[in-house]
């Protein structure tokens, strides 16, 4: 150290200083203002992404909103639709039930009259088979000279065993 205070120069040493605030005021007038603009336009920069990723938080937030209503409106819509669909399917029943009640009363009416026409019908034949019987007995019965009972009750009887009805 006494060597260093030994050297010592003060012509030296005003000469580096001068020299010193030289680059100082030139580091300041034409580097320090450039390195803070682009330090500005840095941080400017970042302020605008961070404020850009902040309304696209917002946006995405208002989104995810929107898109919950839309998706509650959807099932509440699809509800309703199942809703009228269940209606609508239970109304189809009801009226294709309705309507094979009818057509089921419609044929049993119809069986039932086709029933009666053909018991009419029936009675309307055995009591034409019974008239012709009687016509064919009388008329047998006539042919034969009956003066006895005996004989008119044998006849009767054989007559009756060959009658079969149809």
Aim: without cysteine; negative net charge; proline residues 1%.
């Amino acid at each position: 150290m006494d060597q260093l205070l030994n050297d010592f120069s003060p012509g030296l040493f005003i000469m580096q200083t001068v020299i010193l605030l030289v680059l100082i005021f030139l580091m300041v007038k034409f580097a320090w203002k450039p390195i803070l603009n682009s330090l500005n336009e840095r941080e400017e920069g970042i302020q605008g992404a961070l404020d850009a990723a902040e309304a696209a938080k917002r946006e995405m937030q208002n989104l995810k909103a929107d898109n919950d209503q839309l998706l509650q409106e959807a099932r509440t819509e699809r509800d309703s639709l199942l809703k009228d669909a269940r209606a609508m399917k239970d109304k189809m029943i009801a009226d294709a039930t309705d309507e094979a009640q009818a057509k089921a009363d419609l044929i049993l009416i119809k069986a039932q009259e086709a029933i009666q026409s053909e018991k009419q019908a029936a009675l309307a034949d055995i009591k034409n088979q019974v008239a012709k019987i009687s016509v064919e007995i009388a008329e047998k019965m006539v042919r034969h000279e009956l003066d006895n009972k005996d004989k008119q009750m044998k006849l009767v009887d054989d007559m009756l065993g060959d009658v079969t009805l149809n």
